[in-house]
């Protein structure tokens, strides 16, 4: 059994298309503590494989996960009010998505996105261009949270975290999976079952008895 254990705090450890780089060693270990994931990754698109092992001491286990990333957008406008606005460049994970894939690499589950955006406050920007008009600048963060969903209830065994996106001038996305063991509730003992042992008692009370008179 220790040699098992020890087999399954081999880690995680993330495999791309054009680079193998390892990441802080760690494992999902039903009880323990969530498997964090904190990746940068370069301008341009880009896919990972996280590798996790799941321990057999239940039977049955739900797991969770999400993965967050941003991008900020600079947005420019000749009015306060950013009538007719331009996107003069994006930084960041600019799109995502993530599967969950078994040890035979057949898709388990995928993520649903969310996400908002918010404007910082406009600024007044004049260049030292002779004629060139003043216009106003924001930045607008997206902020986006892919989280796994419809994930089926799930044995033992190695699994793989698949992310892939696309990123403008580099980005980092970040995430997490735990898993929780499905522990069988007790099966409390039908009605005739009470009644039999009342009376098997009730026997054996009046058979003392009768020992006792003798």
Known sequence: MQVVKSLLLAGVVV???ASVSAVQAS???????ATVINHS???GSFQDVYSFAIDNAYSAYNLSGALSFQSIQTVVSLTSDFASPLVTSTTGVASASVELLDSSAALVATGSLSSFSSPSAPTLVSLPIPGFPSFYQALLTT???I??????????GNYFLKVQGLAFNSGTYTGSLSVSPIVPAAVPL???AWA????LLGVLGVQRRRLLKA
Request: aromatic share 6%; proline share 9%.
């Open 15 to 17: 495999l791309s298309a």
């Open 27 to 33: 494992t999902v270990l039903a009880p323990a503590s």
């Open 41 to 43: 990754v370069a301008d």
């Open 143 to 145: 902020f986006n949270t």
């Open 147 to 156: 989280t796994l969903n419809n994930v089926p209830v799930i044995g033992a």
């Open 190 to 192: 039908p009605g005739a």
């Open 196 to 199: 039999f042992l009342t009376g």
